[in-house]
């Protein structure tokens, strides 16, 4: 995954500037009438389906039209993100949640936020369900209880942090072929950040795998992902005793346990205890006793 995360602002920015700036005059017909509810409903289903988008229309508003004449609508679709899109060929998309991020660094930098560049419908306003529907597409496997944009990668991929209840959190990136995801144990590792995880979810996702080995009775304290190789990941665990370890895991087994000690090239090392005090720890080997 790639680790630019701080291009939302200069990449959606130009895009808004340029694409969700709606002109003041209503859309109306020959007649002067505007459009119906229903007639916007179908509208906005044809413009979401015309950019490619597995949307199921719940509920829709005309926002007015770009300045290149294009109508502009907001939807909230059933069971996932919203949109603020465009009636051109083909359609202009902007997700809720991306353009929701953009707002917040906006006002945060001193700015304002233009006019129906944020989505305003209710359907839109829970960003937790809206996350957890792109999780689910990126094969999460948790109870998702907070998410949000975290930006963009350099080649325009979105990329999300997705919060789990009382396990590990992840970041996905949507790319060409689909979701990818990275759990915040190894995103931390790459000095990224995960807002919605906690040390203690993190363990407590961990502490299972020590079962049968020969640290079984360390009560992980907190870990962190030193290095991954093809062998597997190593996973410095800092225990309530005071000891120190390396673990190696692989399909989700330990395969190999090295004190802290003995594994000051692996990673550059334990950082979560110091070396001296893990001298003194007893040195298992293998995964099991």
Not at 26 to 42: H, K, L, S
Not at 226 to 249: H, M, P, W
């Amino acid at each position: 995954m790639q680790q630019t995360r701080d291009r939302l602002s200069s990449l959606d920015r130009e895009r808004m500037e340029s694409e969700l700036q709606p002109g003041a005059r209503q859309r109306t017909d020959r007649r002067g009438r505007q459009p119906t509810p229903d007639q916007i409903a179908q509208s906005a289903q044809a413009a979401a389906t015309g950019a490619g988008l597995s949307c199921r229309v719940k509920e829709s508003a005309l926002l007015g039209a770009t300045n290149d004449n294009h109508d502009l609508y907001e939807v909230a679709c059933e069971g996932g993100a919203g949109y603020i899109l465009t009636s051109a060929t083909p359609p202009q998309t902007f997700d809720c949640l991306v353009l929701s991020a953009q707002a917040d660094r906006l006002r945060a930098e001193g700015g304002e936020v233009a006019a129906n560049s944020v989505c305003t419908l209710p359907g839109n306003q829970n960003s937790a369900v809206m996350i957890a529907g792109y999780a689910r597409e990126a094969g999460v496997p948790c109870q998702v209880d907070a998410g949000k944009a975290l930006g963009a990668t350099p080649e325009g991929n979105l990329v999300f942090e997705v919060g789990c209840a009382g396990s590990d959190g992840y970041h996905i990136e949507m790319t060409a072929q689909g979701w990818s995801k990275t759990d915040c144990l190894q995103a931390m590792g790459m000095n990224l950040t995960c807002q919605f995880t906690t040390v203690e979810e993190q363990v407590a996702g961990f502490q299972p795998l020590l079962a049968n080995t020969a640290i079984d009775d360390c009560v992980a304290q907190q870990i962190h992902m030193l290095a991954q190789n093809d062998t597997g990941r190593f996973i410095e665990i800092k225990c309530a005793s005071g000891d120190g370890y390396v673990a190696r895991v692989k399909d989700n087994a330990v395969n190999q346990i090295y004190p802290c000690a003995a594994a000051a090239r692996i990673g550059g090392g334990c950082t979560l205890t110091p070396v001296a005090a893990a001298q003194a720890a007893p040195a298992p080997t293998s995964g099991r006793p």
